[in-house]
């Protein structure tokens, strides 16, 4: 079974910049697609981008395209969300997941993080 834990999130002005991380124990990333997704209040989960472990091979939202960069570490086990340009629309709990088969639906992701709030606000 695969954990992920989260964590970088918090409170930045726009424009700002935040990198959120995503650590996995358990099993091996292997060849895992490792998405990134988020949710403001009152929305639906949406599909943010991901990366393949094996390949590095990334995919990004166009509303992310240009400002968020995906990356991977391979002695850590650990995936980034760098995140830069921020807007105040951009503000949600952001989830990291684990999935055998590519997808942006959410039902594509078999393993969970609990989440980081990311907070635009001047």
């Known amino acids: 079974q695969m954990q992920l834990v989260e964590s970088g999130g918090g409170l930045v002005q726009p424009g700002g910049s935040l990198r959120l991380s995503c650590a996995a124990s358990?099993?091996?990333?292997?060849?895992?697609?490792m998405g990134w997704f988020r949710q403001a209040p009152g929305k639906e989960r949406d599909f943010v981008g991901y990366i393949v472990w094996s390949s590095g091979t990334t995919r990004l939202s166009d509303s992310v395209k240009g400002r968020f960069t995906i990356s991977r570490d391979n002695t850590k086990n650990t995936v980034y969300l760098q995140m830069n340009s921020l807007k105040p629309e951009d503000t949600a709990v952001y989830y990291c997941?684990?999935?055998?088969?590519?997808?942006?639906?959410?039902?594509?992701?078999?393993?969970w993080g609990q989440g980081t709030q990311v907070t635009v606000s001047s």
């Open positions: 997941a684990a999935g055998a088969t590519w997808g942006p639906p959410p039902s594509k992701y078999d393993y």
């Open positions: 358990g099993r091996p990333f292997g060849s895992y697609y």
